[in-house]
């Protein structure tokens, strides 16, 4: 193995360190959205129960301005039932302020069921503020633990990113280009040794002639198998 190869093995050592740390810091979005889902399920159902709540009390007011009007019918006829100067006059009277009064009860019962709701509501208004609470701090420790995780793999990837830099300078130029190309596609190892007369990583063998030049020259040769480089082993 020429010292340039040696160089390149330590420049993949450091890219492969690379690739572990992102596929950390990577692995952290999912566990950070699945907190989000939890906390989010809750949060909406609650900010649903408070339109309903709006809603309901909104049915309410509708159903004590009813309610109101009734009476005052009621009080009307009432009157009106009061001033009666012949018998014809107090059935029609009599009837009117039966009418009225049923209308009156009904509206008061409506009422009454309105109300009913909206207190059903408001319960469920507080569960579900109690139950985000709970989520919500049940999850700081978690979140702060993720976060915590996030800072130390970027110092981490920081100063493995600083190294693969230094370690680069030790590879000419073209070489590195080269194995640039290969791992970008690849995103894993891309220099591998010859493996007796095949290929490292595939055992796809290797002509005789090419070996023998790859030898020679300590050059690398991209396997025609599986797209790796390859240098030839001592
Ligand atoms: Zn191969």
Known sequence: MTPDVSALLAVQQDDLAIYAL?????????????????RSAVAGALER????????????????????????????????????????????????L???????????????????????LRHQVADLERQLAEVESRQAEARGTLDADRVAIERELADARQKRDTSARAVPRAMLTMYD???????????????????????????TQRRA??????????????????????
């Open 49 to 96: 129960a408070h339109r309903a709540v709006e809603a309901e009390e909104s049915r309410h007011r509708e159903a004590r301005g009813r309610t109101e009007t009734h009476r005052q019918l009621v009080e009307r006829s009432q009157r009106q039932f009061e001033s009666v100067t012949s018998p014809r006059e107090a059935a029609a009277a009599s009837t009117q």
């Open 213 to 234: 030049a790859m030898a020679a020259s300590g050059k690398l040769e991209m396997c025609e198998g599986c797209g790796v480089l390859l240098y030839a082993a001592d």
């Open 22 to 38: 992102e596929a950390r810091l990577a692995a952290l979005g999912p566990r950070l959205a699945a907190l989000e889902k939890e």
């Open 181 to 207: 190309r290969v791992r970008a596609r690849r995103r894993s190892a891309s220099v591998f040794p010859l493996r007796g007369q095949s290929c490292g990583a595939c055992d796809t063998a290797i002509p």
């Open 98 to 120: 039966e009418q009225t009064k049923r209308m009156a009860t009904e509206s008061e019962r409506d009422a009454a069921q309105v109300q009913g709701r909206v207190n059903d």
